[in-house]
C-alpha cells in the first residue's frame, strides 16, 4: 500500500498519560499536514512538516503538544499529558515534494479516546 | 474564518440530484472539495481556483462564484457511493485548510 499510513488506528490512555501517533507519508511525498477531528465536526488543521523542519504550527495547541518528522522515519505527534478533551480523530495527510497543487492525500486516522 | 455549508444533512434516493453549497464572509481565493466516508479518510475531490470556474470529478460538479464568496457542489443521478460527509475547504497557505463544518449525504436505495 503507497497511501498514507498512520499508526496506531486505536489508541487509549488515561488521563495524563502521552500518547504518540505516527505517520508515514506517501512514498515520494515529504510534506506531512496534521489535521484533528472533533465527533460531526470538520478538521482542523495542527501543523505542516517538512524533513527536519516545522513550516507551519499555527494551529497547535501551545502546550502539551509537538510534532516533528525527522530525517528519517515517520513523523510523529506527541500529546503529553493527556486530557479528556484531546479524544478525537488525528489525520495525517501528505503532499508531494513539487509545486503545491491543492490536493492533500490522508491517512485512515488515528482514534485516540482519553479514558 | 470556518465556511459555512449547508444543508448539514440530505437524504436522496438513488438517481437523484442534490446541491451543497459552501459560503465564506471572507475573500475567497479558492475552494477545496472533500468527500469522507464514516471510518475512512477524507478523500480529494476537486478545487476550484478561479472565480466561475466549474469542474468535474464523474457526476459530481462544481461551481465558484468569487463575487458571492460561494462555492456549489452538485451531485446528479446519486448512486450509492455517493454516500458520505462532503467537506469545502479554503486555503490559509499551503496545507492549511479551514474546513466547514461537512454536509453528510445518505443515498438510499
Known amino acids: 500500500n503507497a497511501g498514507v499510513m498512520q499508526n496506531p488506528r486505536h489508541l487509549v490512555r488515561r488521563r495524563g498519560q502521552e500518547a504518540r501517533l505516527r505517520c508515514s507519508p506517501m512514498?515520494?511525498?515529504?510534506?506531512v499536514y496534521w489535521y484533528r477531528q472533533l465527533p460531526e465536526e470538520g478538521l482542523k488543521f495542527m501543523v505542516y512538516l517538512q524533513k527536519e523542519n516545522i513550516i507551519d504550527e499555527s494551529g497547535m495547541p501551545k502546550e502539551r503538544f509537538s510534532a516533528e518528522f525527522p530525517k528519517e522515519g515517520p513523523s510523529i505527534l506527541r500529546i503529553q499529558q493527556v486530557v479528556r478533551g484531546d479524544s478525537a480523530a488525528y489525520f495525517c495527510a501528505s503532499s508531494a515534494r513539487e509545486r503545491w497543487t491543492g490536493e492533500l492525500f490522508f491517512g485512515e486516522g488515528s482514534r485516540l479516546t482519553v479514558l | 474564518q470556518q465556511p459555512v455549508q449547508s444543508p448539514q444533512a440530505v437524504i436522496l434516493r438513488e438517481g437523484e440530484d442534490a446541491v451543497i453549497n459552501c459560503s465564506s464572509s471572507?475573500?475567497?481565493?479558492?475552494v477545496h472539495w472533500y468527500r469522507q466516508k464514516h471510518g475512512e479518510a477524507p478523500v480529494f475531490l476537486m478545487i476550484l481556483l478561479k472565480g466561475g470556474e466549474q469542474k468535474g470529478h464523474e457526476k459530481i460538479s462544481a461551481s465558484f462564484n468569487e463575487k458571492k464568496q460561494q462555492s456549489s457542489l452538485y451531485l446528479t443521478a446519486s448512486q450509492l457511493s455517493y454516500s458520505g460527509t462532503y467537506f469545502c475547504g479554503t486555503e490559509r497557505s499551503q496545507g492549511n485548510l479551514i474546513f466547514g463544518k461537512g454536509t453528510k449525504l445518505s443515498v438510499k436505495p
Open positions: 512514498k515520494g511525498h515529504s510534506h
Open positions: 471572507k475573500a475567497l481565493y479558492s
